[in-house]
């Protein structure tokens, strides 16, 4: 129950930031949100038969768990990097890469031990580093898909 609240307010939370989001940006960057949410949903979908990384509780949990993640803090920070950092590929990057990192391992530590969620074949390593490479394609697909290339 505890970690359901906790789910919750994480999700409020994020989208609560949003208020704040110009309408304009939202318009401009929620295309390569979407993109990205949709390849970190096949890489949840592939968590539960390649045993991936183990939610406590059932598919309910796992499936409450991804949606409250993918559409909560990711979705919006996704939002919130590319309008903060979109047109300097370094800044892009390095936020990205401290946010990946943090999420690869402190982040997951922490929840291990609060029981939310634990890595099991996939190592914070690999974590990091399919994560990160989102971030990449991610940056290409904004360029392309807004025509930013001269």
Do not use: C, E
Request: charged share 15%.
């Amino acid at each position: 129950m505890i970690h359901n609240l906790f789910r919750l307010i994480m999700v409020l939370i994020s989208w609560s930031t949003l208020l704040l989001y110009p309408k304009r940006d939202f318009k401009r960057y929620l295309p390569v949100t979407v993109f990205v949410t949709g390849m970190v949903s096949i890489l949840l979908i592939l968590s539960n038969p390649y045993r991936l990384w183990r939610v406590s509780g059932g598919l309910g949990s796992k499936l409450f768990n991804d949606l409250s993640f993918t559409l909560g803090p990711f979705f919006t920070a996704n939002l919130w990097v590319f309008r903060l950092a979109y047109g300097s590929i370094w800044q892009y990057l390095g936020i990205n890469l401290v946010m990946d990192y943090l999420l690869a391992y402190p982040v997951s530590k922490l929840f291990k031990k609060m029981n939310i969620y634990q890595l099991d074949r996939l190592k914070p390593l690999y974590f990091f580093s399919i994560i990160s490479s989102f971030a990449i394609l991610a940056y290409g697909f904004q360029y392309y898909f807004r025509g930013d290339r001269r």
